[in-house]
C-alpha cells in the first residue's frame, strides 16, 4: 500500500518561507517523478512543481517560479519544496503526489497516480 505523507505547514507572514517536506512509503522513491500542487479554497487542484525521477529536471508553474525551490534527496527519500517570498495568494491546501516510475517531471495532474492527504501553508497580509 502506497502512502504519501506531507509536513511542513503552517502560518507565515507575507515575505516568509517555509519548506514543505514530502515523504513516501509502499514504493521505491528514487524510481518516481514526483510533485507538489496546491489547492485553494474555491479553486481547483493546481501544479506548483515537479521533478523527475533523476532529479535532474524540474518543472515550476509561472506564479511560482523563482520563489519555490523543489529538490529530492534520494537517500533520505525526502522530497523538498522550500518556498520563500511567501505571499497571501500562496495559502492553500498543498499537496504531495507521486508520478510515473523513471517519468520525467510534469504539471499535468494526469501523470500523477498516488496523493498525500495535504498540509495547510497560510499567508497572512
Known amino acids: 500500500q502506497v502512502q504519501v505523507v506531507e509536513s511542513g505547514g503552517g502560518l507565515v507572514q507575507a515575505g516568509g518561507s517555509l519548506i514543505l517536506s514530502c515523504t513516501t512509503s509502499?514504493?521505491?522513491?528514487?524510481?518516481?517523478?514526483m510533485g507538489w500542487f496546491r489547492q485553494a479554497p474555491g479553486k481547483e487542484r493546481e501544479a506548483v512543481s515537479s521533478?523527475?525521477?533523476?532529479?535532474?529536471?524540474?518543472l515550476y508553474s509561472d506564479s511560482v517560479k523563482g520563489r519555490f525551490t523543489l529538490s529530492r534527496d534520494n537517500a533520505k527519500k525526502i522530497l523538498y519544496l522550500q518556498m520563500k517570498g511567501l505571499k497571501p495568494e500562496d495559502t492553500a491546501t498543498y499537496y504531495c503526489?507521486?508520478?510515473?516510475?523513471?517519468?520525467?517531471?510534469?504539471?499535468?495532474?494526469?501523470?500523477?497516480?498516488?496523493w498525500g492527504q495535504g498540509t495547510q501553508v497560510t499567508v497572512s497580509s
Open positions: 503526489a507521486v508520478g510515473k516510475d523513471y517519468g520525467p517531471a510534469s504539471l499535468d495532474r494526469r501523470d500523477f497516480q498516488y
Open positions: 509502499g514504493l521505491t522513491f528514487d524510481d518516481y517523478a
Open positions: 521533478i523527475g525521477w533523476s532529479g535532474h529536471t524540474t
